[in-house]
């Protein structure tokens, strides 16, 4: 679900008080556009909103959210918005969420 190797790259890269800002920013941006999602997204807004979370997921090493959202993506822009599973996506991101901030605090440093 959680790319840790990605997640340590990142934090050792970017400093940990730097990536604390950045997965406080990247769970706000997020949310933003899940809950867009949520109260439904117009179809030709469906593609840039799944391409924005996947890059934003693939960044925070989200893999198995991510891949959804491609799927979503390459749907979209073919035309087929309607068999995008926003519900199953949505449910990911908050199952990967919840994985994610568990994960944070056995990275933590004693």
Same mark, same amino acid.
């Given at each position: 679900?959680?790319?840790?190797?990605? !997640?340590?790259?990142? +934090?050792?890269?970017? %400093? #940990?008080?730097?990536?604390?800002?950045? !997965?406080?920013?990247?769970?706000?941006? !997020?949310?933003?556009?899940?809950? #867009?999602?949520?109260?439904?997204?117009?179809?030709?807004?469906?593609? @840039?909103?799944?391409?924005?979370?996947?890059?934003? #997921? =693939?960044?925070?090493?989200?893999? $198995?959210?991510? +891949?959804?959202?491609?799927?979503?993506?390459?749907?979209?822009?073919?035309? +087929?918005? %309607? $068999? !995008? $599973?926003? #519900?199953?996506?949505? @449910?990911?991101?908050?199952?990967? +969420?919840? $994985?994610?901030?568990? %994960?944070?605090?056995? =990275?933590?440093?004693?």
């Amino acid at each position: 679900m959680i790319d840790w190797s990605r !997640v340590t790259e990142l +934090r050792d890269e970017i %400093g #940990a008080e730097n990536f604390a800002e950045i !997965v406080t920013l990247f769970l706000e941006e !997020v949310e933003t556009e899940i809950d #867009a999602l949520r109260a439904g997204c117009a179809e030709d807004a469906l593609e @840039a909103r799944l391409h924005f979370l996947k890059g934003s #997921a =693939l960044n925070l090493g989200f893999t $198995d959210f991510s +891949r959804l959202c491609q799927m979503g993506e390459t749907a979209a822009a073919s035309g +087929r918005a %309607g $068999d !995008v $599973d926003l #519900a199953a996506t949505i @449910a990911c991101f908050e199952a990967s +969420r919840e $994985d994610f901030m568990r %994960g944070l605090e056995a =990275l933590a440093p004693p």
